[in-house]
């Protein structure tokens, strides 16, 4: 069965600073990883995806991730955040090839200090 | 506007009513999604379409629950004798599904938030 673990409920960063939100998965195969993002009250907004080739991704709003097969790994990372990007984060999986249910993580609350 | 939308946005039932929440998938899109979200948590899947096809409901909760989507568009979730434990976000969310490549990233509505009194 497919997992995903967000080990950092809550990250706290001042603006401008670095970030990096780290997730774990589980998974048989190659998987398609995704992160979201969702701000109080709504819906789950699409940050990036990792279906094959590059490791590396890029995204909307300036983030990054990067896929590590041997670490079983999708960290986000943006290298300086704005006041804005505070909001709650998650790390998704789904089976590759095919559209599937995607697992989620529990989620990580970034605030943002000025 | 041709985002997933869902309605009503937000709803309080009495215990022992019975809900029904809509989503309408962007316009196309093959594959439809519904996911629970309870608060603090992750959306947890529920169920999923291909066209009016429900493939997959292996993450209903309960006998309470079941969905639809008749013409393979529309699709509606129905709770019947809610239950405390039934308060949470309903999350839809729709697909294209063009290829082996790409396009199976699920695009969400802004869910329906469900109190049960």
């Known amino acids: 069965a497919q997992s995903v673990t967000q080990p950092d409920i809550h990250i706290t960063v001042s603006e401008g600073a670095s970030l990096e939100l780290r997730c774990n998965y589980s998974?048989?195969?190659?998987?398609?990883l995704f992160w979201y993002v969702q701000s109080p009250g709504q819906g789950l907004q699409l940050l990036l995806k990792?279906?094959?080739?590059?490791?590396l991704v890029q995204g909307i709003k300036g983030f990054e991730a990067e896929f590590k097969r041997s670490q079983s790994s999708f960290n986000l990372r943006k290298p300086s955040v704005h006041w804005s990007d505070a909001a709650e984060y998650f790390c998704?999986?789904?089976?590759?090839?095919?559209?599937?249910?995607?697992?989620f993580g529990t989620g990580t609350r970034l605030q943002v200090t000025l | 506007g041709a985002g997933v939308s869902q309605s009503p946005r937000y709803k309080v039932a009495k215990r022992g009513q019975d809900v029904a929440l809509r989503c309408d998938p962007i316009?196309?899109?093959?594959?439809l999604f519904w996911y629970q979200q309870a608060l603090g948590q992750g959306p947890e899947f529920l169920t999923y379409f291909q066209n009016e096809a429900q493939l997959d409901k292996s993450g209903l909760p309960s006998d309470r629950f079941f969905a639809e989507r008749p013409e393979g568009s529309v699709s509606t979730l129905k709770i019947q004798r809610t239950q405390q434990e039934d308060s949470a976000v309903y999350l839809c969310?729709?697909?294209?599904?063009?290829?082996?490549?790409?396009?199976?990233?699920?695009?969400f509505g802004p869910g329906t938030r469900l109190t049960v009194t």
């Open positions: 990792y279906f094959s080739g590059d490791t």
């Open positions: 998704a999986v789904g089976a590759s090839g095919t559209a599937s249910k995607l697992t």
């Open positions: 998974y048989g195969a190659t998987p398609y």
């Open positions: 969310a729709s697909s294209s599904t063009w290829g082996r490549l790409g396009g199976y990233e699920q695009y």
């Open positions: 316009s196309g899109h093959v594959s």
